[in-house]
């Protein structure tokens, strides 16, 4: 597949396509830095919003692909002054102001460390064996995005036209269904 055009340097560096016993997941390695705005915001206790969506597909010869499975995964980050650390809640569903849900929470001491594991979307699960066949190779779509939508409604009128808030990454690819270690 043609390489998308990504900005300021953000991209898809890794998709894998694993097997195991209760189902079908994907992995993928995303490339980003963080712009100095952003990380001004964050500094400040403001939260923001990462979305990584997962679409796969089963190839058909006569019309489009049909789409046999999707996933996505939300995560929150935010700085907590009192305890100086970072937060990571990562969630199946939108997390909202109302409460996290079911999410889950990791606490680190540096923003490096909570970049590093937004970065890497393990094991996101799309579906069982059952529903999505079992061919060897799979068409997949992979997105990974900042959610501006989420922002406080200041920073959602400010952010538009601002390429700092503009971290986005597509990749396209068929990939072949490994047997998971």
Do not use: C
């Amino acid at each position: 597949m043609p390489a998308l055009a990504q900005p300021r340097g953000t991209a898809v560096s890794q998709l894998r396509l694993e097997q195991a016993d209760d189902g079908i997941y994907l992995s993928a390695q995303v490339q980003f830095e963080l712009p100095a705005l952003v990380e001004e915001v964050l500094d400040k206790g403001i939260a923001i919003y990462f979305v990584a969506e997962a679409e796969l597909f089963r190839e058909r010869w006569y019309w489009t692909d049909l789409k046999v499975a999707q996933a996505t995964r939300h995560m929150r980050l935010a700085y907590q002054p009192l305890t100086r650390r970072w937060r990571l809640n990562v969630s199946p569903v939108p997390i909202t102001n109302a409460g996290f849900g079911v999410s889950l929470n990791q606490n680190f001491d540096t923003l490096e460390d909570a970049l590093e594991s937004v970065r890497r979307v393990g094991r996101l699960r799309l579906g069982d064996i059952a529903e999505i066949g079992d061919d060897h190779v799979h068409p997949v779509s992979f997105r990974f995005r900042l959610d501006t939508s989420q922002l406080p409604r200041p920073f959602q009128i400010g952010v538009v036209g601002q390429a700092d808030w503009n971290i986005a990454a597509e990749r396209s690819a068929r990939l072949p269904l490994e047997k998971a270690k």
